[in-house]
């Protein structure tokens, strides 16, 4: 997308956001959204459900909070957690992975190709389940994190 429409778009979404009204363009079923907004959501999900739960510990430290929440957030955290889900993922969920790994973005040098793309299947799985109301499915796949991300840190630090 060029400058100029990008620009254009953006002035037409902020007057939906004040209008409380969508843009208008054809609606998009959560499974055929594009994954890197798919992606964009369950990032976010993803991010306060840690953040909820490592407040919920206590940590008295925002600091420790911060590098704890970071590391987990992290696309080297994310990458072993997409791979400890394989086994839990249903034959739809998978694909829609697959559809996501392959989505086009820019790799961060902090992680290699292969883990960014790894998390980003991960969070576009996540955003996919938000957005389509699925929620207990959505949460029976954030147990499933959370134990997986318990394993990471037992891995890396203990």
Do not use: W
Request: overall charge positive.
């Amino acid at each position: 997308m060029k400058f100029q429409q990008v620009q254009a778009l953006k002035h037409k979404a902020y007057a939906a956001f004040v209008e409380n009204r969508p843009l208008d363009v054809p609606p998009v079923l959560p499974y055929h959204m594009d994954a890197i907004t798919l992606a964009f959501v369950g990032d976010a999900y993803y991010a306060l459900f840690l953040r909820r739960r490592l407040t919920a510990l206590g940590i008295p430290a925002v600091q420790v909070l911060h590098a704890l929440a970071a590391e987990f957030v992290s696309a080297k955290c994310q990458s072993f957690v997409y791979t400890c889900l394989q086994s839990f993922l249903t034959e739809a969920e998978k694909s829609l992975c697959r559809r996501s790994r392959n989505a086009y973005s820019q790799v961060p040098k902090s992680a290699s190709a292969a883990e960014y793309h790894n998390s980003t299947a991960l969070e576009a799985l996540i955003g996919y389940l938000v957005l389509d109301g699925q929620e207990a499915r959505l949460q029976a796949v954030m147990q499933q994190v959370l134990a997986a991300v318990r394993a990471y840190c037992q891995k890396k630090h203990i």
